[in-house]
């Protein structure tokens, strides 16, 4: 075998397995590696195990630091977190603060403080030198403005009389206010027979309402009164009760009412003062101011019968006086003369009373003449005039015009010194929504601390309260709004 050696020319086998083989030699790197070991001596080892021992603990002080600077750096990321979310928090609770101001301010501004709104002023009389007053012959006469009621002139205004066919301006405000103008009545005997100024009824005929309101203020027709009587009340005494009722409410406190048509009866009688109460009841109907200013009319015949009837007027004023447009006459042998009459000149109504006058055109024409030269018109407020607004909502804010209803003034006597109050009033909240014509408000007039007209306001249109969706959304705008208007304070005023 190689590498063994042979003594005495006979090596044994044992000897031969007993001794190591010697080792391939290196070559390449690991030859060099071999090298560089048997070069090293053991002091140049210790030296590098050194080094190595350093640069571990160099790379372990690297790494402390580096965690150290993780940590630093963590902690700080942590504490910037930590910061803004509490200043998050504080912009949160200072937005949340600001949006409740806001809220607050906008449901104080939607207050509307008391329910109504209240205004006033004085109007003067005209000055300047008074007409002197009319003589008149009438036992009792009054003069009054139409639209107010002030008397300008009276004599015996409360003096109990009879009245004679001027009770038949009662009688047509009663049947109007029962009756409708298309029923037919029936004529009884009783109204066929009641004599007097008639139109010829004959029991049996049918007629209708309308045509026997025409026959009773143009012709005075007594058989009409009877009829119209009997048609809404069923009796005389019952319509009679029907007719002080009316008269009670109107005012005219001084009357008693026994029959329909005014001829003389025992406790049948009335006042001039209450007799220009009931004139100016009869001329605010359209229909009644219409019959009594007409001087002839023609109405069918009753049924049955063919061709129209024509009816003539016995009021003298309407031919004598211009803008004369009324009322009723009336004679009877106790009541004597009688007369209530209006006339409308230069925007002013008058109407005048006389009873018991043996020449009731010439004190009528008096009257009127007094009155249209001693007044001046005053207006309080005109139809439609805007006297405010009411809320219909506050979230939007809706609003609903408040209008006059009515032409509302008085005659103001010249140099009289007289002073008139107008007071308006105006809800200010109609919640539930308002539709046109729906009252909201008052008119109140007053002459020398005495209340002389009242009148109503109204809502000018139609406004509905919006929905609970529209009233949130508006809210939460006008809160922004107020958002806004607070933020922006510091740069409006520097």
């Given at each position: 075998m190689s590498g063994t050696t042979v003594r005495g020319g006979r090596t044994s086998e044992k000897q031969a397995l007993s001794k190591p083989e010697p080792a391939a030699p290196l070559t390449g790197a690991d030859a060099r590696v071999q090298v560089v070991s048997e070069a090293v001596q053991p002091g140049a080892t210790a030296s590098i195990s050194k080094r190595s021992a350093r640069k571990r603990s160099r790379s372990r002080a690297r790494s402390a630091r580096y965690a150290q600077a993780a940590r630093a750096r963590a902690k700080a990321d942590r504490g910037v977190t930590w910061y803004a979310m509490r200043v998050l928090a504080v912009l949160l609770a200072l937005t949340v603060l600001l949006f409740g101001i806001s809220c607050m301010l906008v449901i104080g501004g939607s207050s509307v403080g008391t329910a109504v709104a209240e205004t006033q002023r004085e109007v003067k009389a005209p000055s300047g030198l008074r007409p002197n007053p009319p003589g008149v012959l009438a036992n009792a006469a009054i003069l009054v403005d139409a639209e107010s009621g002030r008397v300008l002139y009276e004599k015996n205004p409360h003096l109990q009389l009879p009245i004679a066919s001027t009770t038949k301006i009662v009688t047509a405000l009663v049947v109007r206010d029962r009756l409708k103008l298309n029923d037919v009545v029936t004529i009884s005997k009783q109204a066929a027979n009641v004599g007097e100024q008639s139109i010829g009824l004959v029991a049996g005929e049918k007629i209708k309402v309308e045509d026997l309101l025409w026959a009773l203020l143009v012709l005075s027709a007594n058989d009409a009164a009877y009829a119209l009587a009997q048609q809404t009340a069923g009796t005389i005494p019952a319509f009679a009760d029907m007719m002080n009722k009316k008269a009670k409410e109107l005012g005219a406190n001084d009357s008693h009412f026994m029959n329909p048509h005014g001829l003389d009866q025992s406790g049948h009688y009335s006042t001039a003062y209450d007799l220009a109460v009931l004139g100016r009841a009869l001329l605010k109907d359209p229909v009644l101011a219409k019959m009594v200013d007409t001087k002839r009319h023609s109405i069918p015949m009753p049924t049955g019968q063919?061709?129209?009837?024509?009816?003539?007027?016995?009021?003298?004023?309407?031919?004598?006086?211009?803008?004369?447009?009324?009322?009723?006459?009336?004679?009877?042998?106790?009541?004597?003369?009688?007369?209530?009459?209006?006339?409308?000149?230069?925007?002013?109504?008058?109407?005048?009373?006389?009873?018991?006058?043996?020449?009731?055109?010439?004190?009528?024409?008096?009257?009127?003449?007094?009155?249209?030269?001693?007044?001046?018109?005053?207006?309080?407020?005109?139809?439609?005039?805007?006297?405010?607004?009411?809320?219909?909502?506050?979230?939007?804010?809706?609003?609903?015009?408040?209008?006059?209803?009515?032409?509302?003034?008085a005659l103001a006597v010249v140099g009289s010194g007289d002073v008139y109050l107008v007071r308006t009033t105006v809800v200010k909240q109609a919640p539930g929504g308002a539709k046109k014509g729906?009252?909201?408000?008052?008119?109140?007039?007053?002459?020398?601390?005495?209340?002389?007209?009242?009148?109503?306001?109204?809502?000018?249109?139609?406004?509905?309260?919006?929905?609970l969706a529209s009233g949130a959304f508006a809210f939460l705008w006008y809160s922004l709004c107020w958002m806004g208007r607070i933020l922006s304070a510091p740069f409006r005023i520097f």
């Open positions: 063919s061709g129209d009837l024509t009816l003539y007027g016995h009021n003298e004023i309407l031919d004598v006086y211009p803008g004369a447009n009324g009322i009723k006459t009336g004679y009877t042998g106790k009541a004597g003369f009688c007369l209530v009459a209006s006339a409308t000149k230069d925007q002013k109504t008058l109407v005048s009373v006389v009873l018991n006058s043996t020449h009731r055109a010439s004190d009528t024409t008096a009257l009127l003449n007094y009155g249209f030269a001693s007044t001046e018109k005053i207006v309080f407020v005109k139809a439609g005039q805007k006297l405010g607004t009411s809320r219909v909502s506050a979230f939007p804010r809706r609003y609903v015009s408040v209008v006059a209803q009515h032409d509302m003034g729906t009252t909201l408000g008052t008119v109140q007039c007053w002459m020398n601390k005495n209340p002389i007209e009242h009148g109503e306001a109204v809502a000018a249109s139609t406004s509905r309260k919006p929905g």
